[in-house]
């Protein structure tokens, strides 16, 4: 077996156990036999900021949270970010725990399919681009960039099919709150299609608040949300899903938890749930 690069991370037994029950089921079934298991995952402050504005990569989890998310990453068959998210970050979106592909394991056993919401291409990802350098070194794969176009950028579909990745043209939809946006039944169907069977769904803010309107809560298997002991103060990038109302008009939650489970991690803590719908 290669040996794991320096920058492995490790993420011990004993936390794999608590873990255990909030992952996808190691035999690949699903809750919904058209769509993949879907976990809605990130890492916020104490003013529920994913980051100090839209396009600023933030530092949140601390190294034993960190090591967290990369599991989860190596029990998921994809991982999804918008475009945003693509654009502040310039993301790995790979698995780096030890033993995975690439970090001492065998081909890419464990890689998580990286998918980015990007429905007018505005993603100018490179060869320089992190995902692909990861790619060229035999430690990630390729994306799937979902788009509205039907015809994506020539350039731009060369390079993802030389990498192994592709365009998925999918249409947009008006969401119930009146949102123009892609419609993510249809979406995971496809992905479920394209043989996928379970995603994790890392962000960001519109991501995650368009998955949590209520036409689509129900779609969301498990939450895994690790909170950070930080404040980062106003105009960051927020998880605040639009307010519902009861049939008097009053205002009332927009989602909430149940089988709730906390486990601290170092400094941080994760919450583990399922949406009440
Ligand atoms: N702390 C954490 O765990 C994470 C933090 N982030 C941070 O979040 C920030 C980016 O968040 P945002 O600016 O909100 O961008 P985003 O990553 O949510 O992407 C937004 C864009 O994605 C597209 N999009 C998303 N959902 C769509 C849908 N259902 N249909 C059609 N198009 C859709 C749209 O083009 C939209 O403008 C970055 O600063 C990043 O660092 C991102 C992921 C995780
Ligand atoms: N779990 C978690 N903690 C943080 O503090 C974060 N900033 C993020 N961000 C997400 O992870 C992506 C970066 O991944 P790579 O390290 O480049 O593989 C970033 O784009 C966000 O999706 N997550």
Request: one cysteine or more; a negative charge.
């Amino acid at each position: 077996m290669p040996a794991a690069p320096r920058d492995a991370l490790e993420f011990p037994e004993s936390d794999r156990l608590f873990l255990e029950p909030q992952l996808p089921p190691r035999d690949g079934s699903t809750p919904r036999p058209d769509m993949p298991f879907t976990t809605l995952t990130f890492a916020t402050s104490l003013d529920s900021s994913l980051a100090l504005s839209p396009g600023t990569r933030t530092v949140l989890s601390g190294p034993q949270s960190k090591a967290m998310t990369h599991y989860l990453r190596s029990r998921h068959d994809g991982i999804l970010v918008g475009v945003g998210t693509a654009l502040a970050d310039d993301p790995g979106l790979n698995c780096r725990i030890a033993g995975v592909g690439g970090y001492g394991g065998e081909n890419l056993d464990f890689q998580p399919r990286p998918i980015v919401i990007d429905p007018t291409a505005r993603w100018n990802f490179s060869d320089n681009s992190k995902l692909f350098q990861l790619c060229r070194e035999g430690r990630g794969r390729a994306p799937w960039v979902v788009t509205t176009m039907p015809e994506p950028p020539a350039e731009k579909d060369a390079l993802l099919k030389e990498y192994g990745g592709q365009f998925i043209s999918l249409k947009m939809t008006t969401s119930e709150s009146g949102r123009h946006q892609i419609d993510w039944n249809e979406l995971l169907v496809t992905l479920r299609l394209k043989g996928l069977r379970s995603v994790m769904i890392e962000g960001g803010g519109h991501v995650i608040n368009s998955l949590l309107e209520p036409s689509y809560m129900s779609l969301i298997d498990r939450v895994v949300v690790t909170i950070a002991p930080t404040w980062l103060g106003q105009g960051g990038v927020v998880v605040s899903p639009a307010r519902r109302f009861d049939e008097e008009g009053n205002p009332m939650s927009a989602a909430r938890l149940k089988n709730v489970k906390w486990y601290p991690f170092g400094e941080d803590v994760v919450l583990c749930g399922q949406v009440n719908v």
